[in-house]
Structure formats: structure tokens, C-alpha cells
């Protein structure tokens, strides 16, 4: 059974940081690109940022780039998303997403991430 379980959301002040993490179990995790991707209140869930399989690619949504930082450890099975400089609209409930080459495709149950003063 395929399981990703991330953790490390919470409320933080604008300005702030925060780390989300994403453990995997019951796949391949060094056979998925790993992705993040976030869903604001009445709003679309849309791609954060994404990592390829052997961390040489990565791609970020214009809106956090140079602020969020995504990464891997292939050995703990986990993904990472560092984020920085946060704003009030990053607020959202932030998922993980495991893609193979063959779509086999699972999500998270999501972290809730709030940016508030």
C-alpha cells in the first residue's frame, strides 16, 4: 500500500519559514518525480514546484520562485519543500505528488501551511 504522509505545515508570520516534508512508503520513491502543490480556499490546487527522480531537474511556479526550495533524499524516502520570505497568499493546504514514467500517480492528505500576523 502506497502511502505519502507529509508534515511541518503550520502558522507563521509573513516574512517567516517554514520546511514541509513528504515520506513515502510502499513505492519505488527513486522511480517518481515528486511534486508539490498547493490549494488555497476557493481556489484551483495548482503546482508548487516538481523534482525529477535523480534531483538533476526541478521546476517552480513563477509565484515562489527564488523563495521556495525543493529537495529529495532518495535514501529516506522524503521530499522537501523550504520555503522563505512567506506571504499571506501562500496560505493554502499543501500536497505531495508521486508521478511515474508509466502515471502511476498518488497524493498526500495535505499539510495545512497559514501566513497570518
Known amino acids: 500500500q502506497v502511502q505519502l504522509v507529509e508534515s511541518g505545515g503550520g502558522l507563521v508570520q509573513p516574512g517567516g519559514s517554514l520546511r514541509l516534508s513528504c515520506t513515502a512508503s510502499g513505492l519505488t520513491f527513486s522511480s517518481y518525480t515528486m511534486s508539490w502543490y498547493r490549494q488555497a480556499p476557493g481556489k484551483e490546487r495548482e503546482l508548487v514546484a516538481s523534482i525529477s527522480s535523480n534531483s538533476t531537474g526541478t521546476n517552480y511556479a513563477p509565484s515562489v520562485k527564488g523563495r521556495f526550495t525543493i529537495s529529495r533524499d532518495n535514501a529516506k524516502n522524503t521530499v522537501y519543500l523550504k520555503m522563505n520570505s512567506l506571504k499571506p497568499e501562500d496560505t493554502a493546504i499543501y500536497y505531495c505528488?508521486?508521478?511515474?514514467?508509466?502515471?502511476?500517480?498518488?497524493w498526500g492528505q495535505g499539510t495545512q501551511v497559514t501566513v497570518s500576523s
Open positions: 505528488k508521486a508521478i511515474n514514467r508509466r502515471i502511476d500517480t498518488y
